[in-house]
């Protein structure tokens, strides 16, 4: 691969944590903590909360070890995309899916090191189920490990 991709992949990386951050920004300034703004009634709403734990809230106790340890594990896993990346021969769906995941992460890292947790802001209602709030960052992050496990399950394999 050229450096020229492997620049695009690590600028989709660098906008994927621009924009999550920018985000965030803006449901800070303009959405009080614990406030939302119904978008589609008992549907969706841009709300405004802060989750010091992992996915779904694990490891939210308010141990602020845990939020080091979520952070530390943060820059392993970019560290180790960061490197995949840079030996990445060729333009792929898991190069791709690499540089989202990086983005994500990176997106979620500067949070817990700035904030000591996560802002989230995209809220789901499916009839009496709520959906944890997730950001821009968590939606890169899914739509990366997707986009790993189709090339995993059907990509073309070098015999």
């Given at each position: 691969m050229s450096t020229r991709h492997r620049g695009q992949l690590f600028a989709i990386a660098a906008g994927i944590a621009a924009l999550d951050q920018l985000t965030k920004w803006i449901v800070v300034k303009k959405i009080p903590l614990y406030g939302e703004i119904v978008v589609i009634p008992k549907f969706f709403a841009i709300s405004h909360v802060t989750n010091k734990g992992a996915a779904f809230s694990l490891f939210a106790n308010g141990d602020p070890r845990a939020t080091w340890a979520l952070a530390a594990f943060s820059v392993i896993v970019m560290a180790v995309i960061i490197f995949l990346l840079a030996r990445t021969r060729q333009w792929s769906k898991g190069a791709l899916?690499?540089?989202?995941?990086?983005?994500?992460?990176?997106?979620?890292?500067?949070?817990?090191?700035?904030?000591?947790?996560?802002?989230?802001?995209?809220?789901?209602?499916?009839?009496?189920?709520?959906?944890?709030?997730?950001?821009?960052?968590?939606?890169?992050?899914?739509?990366?490990?997707?986009?790993?496990?189709?090339?995993?399950?059907?990509?073309?394999?070098?015999?």
């Open positions: 899916a690499l540089a989202l995941i990086l983005g994500g992460a990176t997106g979620n890292f500067i949070d817990r090191v700035r904030l000591n947790a996560v802002v989230d802001f995209l809220s789901f209602d499916f009839g009496s189920y709520h959906w944890p709030d997730f950001n821009v960052a968590d939606s890169a992050i899914v739509v990366g490990a997707i986009l790993l496990a189709i090339d995993a399950l059907f990509g073309k394999r070098a015999d």
